[in-house]
């Protein structure tokens, strides 16, 4: 048999079996209605050699389960095209990204113009007014006691006379120091200060320094706390030995002093912040107030020794303790700045001796 006619009984014999496999899927089953059944091209591969042979035929399934497998099918092989069809918009999208890099890019305006800068203002000219930067903030509402109306105006009116009488006072002395100095005095320490001496003194409105110094402009590096004491103004005691150089500290203590007094006493009643401060201020319960403040003063100036202990040994820091006695406790006069402790020294007879001679940096610990 020659090879044209193994080709005829192939074929005849692959049409056998594709009618016999139709004819069974038509057969309808026992007791059973026809149903439509939905036939699918018939699409014929070239068989590989023997591939017949090496899998069983499966039995074929019933009207039904094809009928509801057909739909996926189909979308199985939609799915390819989509994704087909989807896959040239990207192909497309580096020729044209390459296109639009190559074009040189847009300068743009911009859409608002900038106002032209301001003129130049003469800084040297004075400013006819100064406006200090308001900050809004909630109003409190302050807690004061009910009065009775004729009272609480009395009040009100005395309070705004004083505070007018002070403000009136301020401006008017200001105005007579302006008119005694010249533009060469504020010349002098306009741009740096150059103090001699830290002094560290009370708060009290009695002590100023007007009553031991002509012009302390420029020559007092002053601080100010209540119970005139370091541990609660160390920050600026050290500014002015360490940073500004001032060769010389002064304590100055004073007499009827209320830190004192209240230091001495049971102060628990007061207000946090002011107990904090009379803490640090070391001295017996119960004490005279005019030796409170004296031995106040003695602890000051050991520990100012003691904290600028570098300066002392190094003779560059001269540490005086005082008491100005405006009551004249000390019976030296009234107002007298009376010089209590050199270094350390607390007898009077030593400390005028040592003022004398000028021995400002010798202390009492050295030979």
């Known amino acids: 048999m020659g090879m044209l006619g193994r080709k005829r009984q192939l074929a005849l014999c692959l049409l056998l079996l594709t009618t016999q496999a139709w004819a069974e899927e038509a057969a309808p089953a026992e007791g059973s209605q026809p149903k439509t059944v939905i036939k699918l091209p018939l699409k014929l591969k070239p068989a590989a050699p023997d591939a017949h042979k090496a899998e069983p035929a499966k039995p074929a399934a019933p009207a039904a389960e094809h009928k509801t497998e057909a739909k996926?099918?189909?979308?199985?092989?939609?799915?390819?095209?989509?994704?087909?069809?989807?896959?040239?918009?990207?192909?497309?999208?580096?020729?044209?990204?390459?296109?639009a890099e190559s074009k040189p890019p847009e300068k743009m305006e911009p859409a608002v113009k900038m106002a032209p800068p301001p003129a130049a203002k003469n800084l040297s000219e004075p400013s006819p007014e100064v406006h200090a930067p308001v900050k809004k903030r909630r109003a409190a509402k302050p807690k004061r006691k009910v009065v009775p109306a004729e009272h609480g105006d009395a009040h009100s009116a005395s309070e705004a006379q004083q505070v007018r009488g002070v403000v009136d006072a301020i401006v008017e002395a200001n105005a007579r120091y302006m008119k005694s100095h010249d533009k060469a005095y504020f010349e002098r320490f306009a741009e740096h200060q150059s103090p001699r001496a830290t002094v560290v003194t009370c708060s009290d409105s009695r002590v100023q320094t007007n009553a031991f110094h002509g012009d302390a402009v420029n020559d007092l590096f002053m601080v100010r706390d209540i119970g005139n004491q370091l541990a609660t103004a160390e920050g600026s005691v050290e500014y002015g030995v360490r940073h500004l150089h001032t060769p010389l500290l002064i304590i100055i203590g004073h007499a009827a002093c209320g830190a004192i007094k209240a230091a001495s006493g049971d102060y628990g009643g007061l207000e946090p912040a002011i107990r904090k401060e009379l803490a640090t201020i070391d001295i017996p319960k119960g004490i005279d107030p005019t030796n409170g403040a004296l031995l106040n003063v003695n602890n000051q100036v050991e520990t100012a020794i003691m904290t600028f202990a570098g300066e002392v040994e190094g003779g560059k820091l001269a540490v005086l303790g005082a008491f100005y006695d405006f009551r004249n406790d000390l019976k030296q006069g009234y107002g007298k700045l009376v010089i209590t402790n050199l270094n350390g020294e607390t007898d009077p007879a030593k400390i005028r001796e040592m003022t004398r001679a000028g021995q400002f940096f010798k202390y009492s610990f050295m030979k």
């Open 72 to 99: 996926p099918a189909a979308k199985a092989e939609a799915k390819p095209e989509a994704k087909h069809a989807e896959a040239k918009p990207a192909e497309a999208k580096p020729a044209e990204a390459k296109q």
